[in-house]
């Protein structure tokens, strides 16, 4: 089987720092934002678009460790083509 080389070390740091925001953004939101988002006294509508903005940087922070993986173990120039 073939296995995954490390051609930059450099992405897979931003990578697993990527993935340690995410998870470190998540866990705060579900526990110190949506609870008092819950209980305050905001419409149903505007409670739903903090919720969205508090969670599109979570997955934002997802998608690009995982095209920083993608750039670690592809080279510079094949990095490009499963990224596009």
């Known amino acids: ?17 990527s ?12 526990q110190l934002i949506l609870p008092q988002l819950e209980v305050s006294d905001l419409e149903k509508l505007t409670q739903d ?6 969670h599109l940087s979570t997955s934002t922070s997802v998608v690009s460790a995982i095209g920083l993986f993608i750039m670690t173990i592809y080279r510079n ?6 990224l596009v």
């Open 1 to 17: 089987m073939n296995r995954l080389k490390i051609h930059n070390y450099y992405y897979l740091a931003a990578a697993v720092l």
């Open 19 to 30: 993935v340690l925001a995410a998870l470190g953004h998540a866990v705060y939101t579900n």
């Open 49 to 54: 678009a903090n919720f969205m903005s508090w």
């Open 77 to 82: 120039r094949e990095a490009t083509i499963p």
